[in-house]
C-alpha cells in the first residue's frame, strides 16, 4: 500500500513540473485544415513534376555556371584573371 502511494505522488510530481506538456494538444480547427491542405499538395503528382522541374533547372544551371567559371579560371592569359565579378 505503501509504495503504491509512492508510485502515485512521483508520478504527480513529474507531470507538475515545468515544461511537461501534455503528449496530445488540441490544435485549432484551422491549423488542422490549413495541415491537411498542405499534405494533400505536398503528395500531388503536379507538385512532386513542378518540384523535379525546379531541380532540375537548379542543377542544369550549375552546371553550365561552374563550367564557365571554371574556363575563366583557367585563362590566365588574360590580365584581368585575378578579377571575377560574379553577376548576371
Same mark, same amino acid.
Not at 515544461?19 to 499534405?39: C, D, L, R, Y
Not at 518540384?51 to 592569359?77: C, D, E, P, R, W
Given at each position: ?6 508510485? =502515485? ?33 505536398? $503528395?500531388?503528382? $503536379? !507538385?512532386?513534376? +513542378?518540384? +523535379?522541374?525546379?531541380?532540375?533547372? !537548379? ?9 564557365? +567559371? ?14 571575377? =565579378?560574379?553577376?548576371?
Amino acid at each position: 500500500m505503501k509504495s503504491q502511494i509512492m508510485l =502515485i505522488k512521483s508520478l504527480s510530481l513529474k507531470s507538475a513540473k515545468p515544461g511537461n506538456t501534455a503528449p496530445h494538444k488540441a490544435h485549432s480547427p484551422f491549423w488542422v485544415i490549413v495541415s491537411k491542405e498542405m499534405a494533400d499538395h505536398i $503528395r500531388s503528382w $503536379r !507538385f512532386i513534376v +513542378l518540384f +523535379l522541374l525546379i531541380v532540375l533547372t !537548379f542543377l542544369a544551371s550549375m552546371y553550365v555556371s561552374l563550367g564557365n +567559371l571554371k574556363q575563366a579560371m583557367g585563362n590566365t592569359s588574360d590580365p584581368d584573371h585575378i578579377f571575377y =565579378i560574379l553577376s548576371y
